[in-house]
């Protein structure tokens, strides 16, 4: 998960609870008080629309399946969102006299704060939900990257096998072209040793014929 997407949740966590607080508080206000203090919440509000425009962006920059998870989270602060806006245009709307405004104080206001702390408790508990479905998903990716690296490295051990058969094979071919001229080499020597036989035999023969034809002239006479 991107620690920058996580630090502007942070944020708006902190951002939210405390509009909450200051809506309940502008609740019992009236005249410029009041106005100063919807000020106040107005502005928060569009920090927390810019922290929420952040987080989009954020989550824009990674792969498909991590961002469908931070987008889901992203919808649920706009719905948060969306519930505080309406709460503050109900705040601002309102024009109760004071006791009026003290008998909302006793009854409807602690329904509303129960409502909006049972809202915070879901948002929260979707957001685990979120956490944890970002972990599965980051375990997931993590097998699949030692998974790949795994099978990369069979890959180049395979190759580097490969690589030795074929030097392998071409040493053994370098040998086999080697008998083969040492056959060739010895067939011509032993052609030409047996054609050396027949020159001396023959040189022996007209010598043994020449002697023998010396001596048969000297005997003659």
Request: positive net charge; contains cysteine.
């Amino acid at each position: 998960m991107s620690e920058v997407f996580e630090g502007y949740e942070r944020q708006y966590c902190e951002l939210s609870a405390n509009l909450s607080r200051k809506c309940t508080a502008a609740g019992a206000l009236d005249g410029e008080q009041k106005k100063q203090k919807l000020s106040e919440i107005k502005a928060g509000l569009e920090d927390a629309e810019s922290l929420i425009r952040k987080m989009d962006n954020e989550a824009r920059s990674f792969q498909p399946n991590v961002k469908a998870v931070l987008f889901a989270k992203s919808r649920e602060y706009k719905s948060d969102l969306n519930n505080l806006k309406t709460e503050v245009k109900r705040i601002a709307t309102g024009n109760l006299n004071p006791s009026a405004r003290d008998q909302l104080l006793e009854s409807g206001m602690a329904d509303t704060l129960t409502a909006t702390a049972d809202q915070r408790s879901r948002l929260m508990m979707s957001t685990e939900r979120l956490n944890q479905t970002s972990d599965r998903i980051k375990d997931s990716r993590r097998t699949m990257l030692e998974t790949e690296e795994l099978g990369v490295s069979i890959l180049q051990d395979l190759h580097s096998q490969r690589q030795s058969l074929l030097h392998a094979h071409d040493t053994l071919h370098g040998v086999d072209d080697n008998i083969g001229k040492s056959k060739r080499i010895l067939t011509a020597i032993s052609r030409r040793m047996n054609r050396n036989k027949w020159i001396i035999g023959i040189i022996v023969a007209v010598l043994v014929i020449a002697i023998g034809l010396v001596l048969y002239f000297k005997l003659s006479k």
